[in-house]
């Protein structure tokens, strides 16, 4: 009878252990497994204060870039005008110069007329004389032709000069109007040649009287600065 007992307390126990292990292989497998995060290392982690410095920097450097070529731009402009006004200027002068010119020509034209009334004088006393004169008169007709279109010329010139400044630069302009000037000198140069010429042949008609003397060769006007 002991032994029996014995025998079934025994059973008991073993049956006992295999509920329990069963109890905790159960609660093992139905028991979800914690996840275990893993945080990233601090060199890992984004820097979002560099990012921000990084982008910051980026558009001050584009604003100064930008600052930068606004100021080259009003510069170069500022630049321009300055040249605009200084060519401005400058072709302001060189038309009153031409005015000045003109001016000084013109006296000389009729310094050229007054010789031209001394030389009509002189022939007509001469031809009182019995003097020949006709070939002298007529070339003192070619002389005051050559002196009246020389005026008209030089008035249209002021006009002339205006479009030569108007469509040139300063420099081009000066080197055209001096070469005008040039123009005019050598008409008016060429003029008082022909009025000498014929106050040579006055005088070589055999006058005892004394002839008109030419007056000076015109001095070139001063030209204007470069």
């Not at 008169?137 to 002196?147: F, T």
């Not at 008035?155 to 081009?172: C, F, G, L, R, W």
């Amino acid at each position: 009878m002991k032994k029996y007992r014995a025998m079934t307390i025994i059973s008991t126990a073993v049956a006992g252990t295999l509920a329990l292990s069963a109890v905790i292989a159960l609660a093992d497998y139905t028991t979800p497994t914690p996840s275990v995060s893993v945080s990233p290392s601090p060199s890992q982690k984004p820097n979002v204060e560099t990012r921000k410095g990084n982008q910051d920097e980026i558009k001050n450097q584009q604003d100064r870039k930008k600052r930068d070529d606004e100021l080259k731009k009003q510069k170069k402009k500022e630049e321009e005008q300055k040249k605009k006004d200084q060519e401005d200027k400058r072709k302001e002068e060189l038309g009153k110069y031409w005015l000045k010119v003109v001016e000084r020509l013109g006296k000389l034209l009729k310094n050229e007329e007054g010789l031209v009334k001394r030389i009509e004088d002189r022939l007509d006393k001469v031809e009182k004389q019995g003097r020949n004169v006709a070939d002298l008169r007529k070339k003192l007709v070619d002389a005051k032709k050559m002196i009246a279109d020389t005026q008209q010329a030089l008035k249209d010139s002021v006009a002339k000069v205006d479009d030569i400044i108007k469509n040139n630069t300063p420099k081009e302009a000066f080197r055209k109007i001096h070469d005008l000037q040039k123009e005019f000198l050598d008409k008016i140069k060429a003029i008082h040649l022909a009025l000498v010429e014929i106050i040579t042949a006055i005088s070589h008609l055999g006058r005892t009287t004394t002839s008109p003397s030419p007056s000076a060769t015109p001095t070139p006007s001063p030209s204007p600065s470069a």
